[in-house]
């Protein structure tokens, strides 16, 4: 699911697992916070908004697990609603990582 140039998460992707054939879309990423479309534009789309985690075996940018949701990881039923939740996590992340 990463880029393996870049190691960021791919811009588009079928899930696996729990969201078996469902498609992943990159909306918005940032130093700090992803954002995904899951489904095809339109009224059954939702998006899911996260914090960047690197992967500590690989070093590599990682998709949450479902336990995350709620704590790093966020869904929104409409855009609107996640780029809210991305901005809010962006500002959180960098100030925790610029304070140290």
């Known amino acids: 699911m990463r880029d393996p140039e870049t190691n960021l998460l791919l811009k588009k992707f079928i899930g696996l697992g729990e969201v078996k054939g469902k498609l992943f879309e990159r ?5 700090y916070v992803y954002m995904y479309r899951v489904g095809p534009k339109g009224p059954d ?8 985690i690197i ?4 070093g590599t940018d ?7 949701f709620g704590k790093t990881a966020f869904t929104s ?6 780029l809210k939740i991305f901005k809010q996590l962006h500002k959180k992340e960098k100030k925790r990582v610029e304070s140290g």
């Open 27 to 31: 909306v918005k990423t940032s130093k």
């Open 45 to 52: 789309a939702y998006y899911e908004t996260f914090i960047r």
């Open 55 to 58: 992967h500590s075996m690989y």
């Open 62 to 68: 990682t998709y949450p697990s479902s336990k995350q």
């Open 77 to 82: 039923l409409d855009e609107e609603g996640a």
